[in-house]
């Protein structure tokens, strides 16, 4: 395989950890990023930029104040800017983020959860 061509599979295989986003690939000023989910995270928001999740396996719900969105394979939800939301799964759960580089995977509360992004 060329060194420019990433395989979603292979990276998710590599991360240990959930909780622990690794740049998959730059998109412009964006960063593709692949995680493993399992359990809650924090509540929280990025007040300057969207926030795009793609799941590749399991079953994602993205808490809002208001409702809650349920994700499963291949569902896509794009959390606005500014609003806040705490994911949380029941078991494993892979997926995709698509945010700008330098994006703060707790957003503005920081915290023992946050994490450096990590490279492949």
Not at 8 to 28: E, S
Not at 38 to 53: A, I, K, N, Y
């Amino acid at each position: 395989m060329s060194d420019d061509v990433r395989n979603i599979a292979a990276a998710l295989d590599a991360i240990a950890d959930p909780w622990q986003p690794h740049r998959l690939a730059t998109v412009n000023d964006y960063d593709v990023k692949v995680v493993r989910i399992d359990g809650e995270f924090v509540w929280h928001s990025h007040p300057e930029t969207d926030e795009l999740f793609l799941v590749r396996s399991g079953h994602l719900t993205i808490q809002l104040r208001d409702r809650d969105v349920e994700l499963g394979p291949d569902d896509v939800f794009v959390v606005p800017r500014g609003l806040e939301h705490c994911p949380r799964s029941d078991g494993e759960v892979t997926a995709l983020l698509f945010e700008p580089q330098g994006t703060v995977n707790t957003g503005d509360v920081g915290g023992s959860r946050t994490e450096e992004l990590r490279e492949l």
